[in-house]
């Protein structure tokens, strides 16, 4: 289905849809306390997602931080999982600890790495221009060949062109961060901004590079702060406003888009930071289940 057909196909009976997408759930590195967790931390984060939700795909993005690879592929493999590995490419020296971590573990779990992204929003944060980025990517598959490697951004920097030169260079996957929320919209608009936003950035894509372009597109990120969150303009943290907009997240999962929820669980280690207006904005509340592993409402699609 056209991607730009999104909005007037959720409309239709859902008895027509052939295939499912799939989700995935973004998941960190750190314990509730912020130790690093052990493989046995990954095991059990992998047993709450999938009899919540029936996923079994988690995306990261530090592969070095706390030895992420050496601990979350062994459990992968142990429970059913894949992972898409994430190089911080920011700094030099995180871009090389990522890289080597992954090139000595991606190796042994080959069944377990569904794909790396080699930065996450670089492009939103003027870190990279394109082709920089472009040199960042050619640079891991040469390092860790055989495997699917891109990069993930803001839907917006797919759509107003500053993608262009990674869009010409075909990567085989893209993955396109959306989200109502940072869009300031009411929960009853939220859902209508994010499909709209994906379908812009899906649609520059394509024209770009062509309707035959063969990279795999992702949602790379999209969710919604509960209680306990912090407001953004006319988008209100709660957890009702969660499971209200986890729903429209389900809609794009039945009509066969893929998609990862930000974040699986409650990161309360995290410190308050400064949002919108030079406000304290609490980002410990976005997990979809809280920090101990219990869900906040039904996250099965």
């Known amino acids: 289905m056209h ?30 306390d912020g130790t690093c967790k ?96 472009v040199d960042k990517i050619n640079i891991v598959k040469k390092a860790v060949p ?16 500053t993608a262009d030169a990674l869009i010409r260079s075909k990567p085989d996957i893209l993955f396109v961060n959306a989200f109502g929320f940072w869009q300031g919209q009411k929960i009853e608009n939220a859902t209508h901004q ?11 894509i394509e024209n770009v590079a062509g309707a035959d372009h063969g990279i795999e597109l992702w949602n790379g990120e ?9 407001d953004f303009k006319d988008a209100k943290a709660g957890t009702d406003n969660a499971k209200a907009y986890y729903a ?7 009509w066969g888009y893929n998609a990862f929820y930000f974040e699986a669980f409650d990161e309360p280690w995290k410190p308050a930071s400064i949002g919108d207006g030079g406000l304290a904005a609490d980002e410990t509340h976005w997990g979809a289940m809280t920090a101990d592993r219990k869900t906040k409402f039904s996250l099965q699609c």
């Open 3 to 32: 991607f730009s057909l999104l909005a007037a196909a959720l409309a239709v009976a859902p008895a027509l849809v052939s295939a499912k997408g799939t989700l995935g759930f973004a998941l960190g590195t750190k314990n509730a």
């Open 38 to 133: 052990a493989q046995s931390d990954y095991e059990a984060d992998f047993d709450a997602i999938a009899d919540a939700s029936g996923s079994k795909l988690v995306r990261g993005y530090s592969a070095s931080d706390c030895n992420a690879a050496q601990y979350i592929l062994p459990a992968a493999k142990s429970k059913g999982f894949q992972v898409v590995l994430g190089i911080w490419p920011d700094v030099q020296k995180s871009f090389d600890d990522d890289r080597n971590i992954i090139a000595k573990y991606a190796p042994q779990y080959k069944d377990q790495v569904y794909a790396i992204t080699v930065g996450s929003e670089t492009l939103y944060r003027g870190n990279f221009t394109g082709d920089q980025l």
């Open 146 to 161: 055989g495997f699917k490697v891109g990069t993930a951004d803001s839907w917006n920097k797919y759509d107003d062109g």
């Open 194 to 204: 994010y499909f709209d936003d994906l379908n812009r950035a899906y649609q520059h």
């Open 222 to 230: 999209t969710g919604w702060p509960t209680d306990g969150g912090s």
């Open 248 to 254: 429209g997240v389900c809609s794009l999962i039945d």
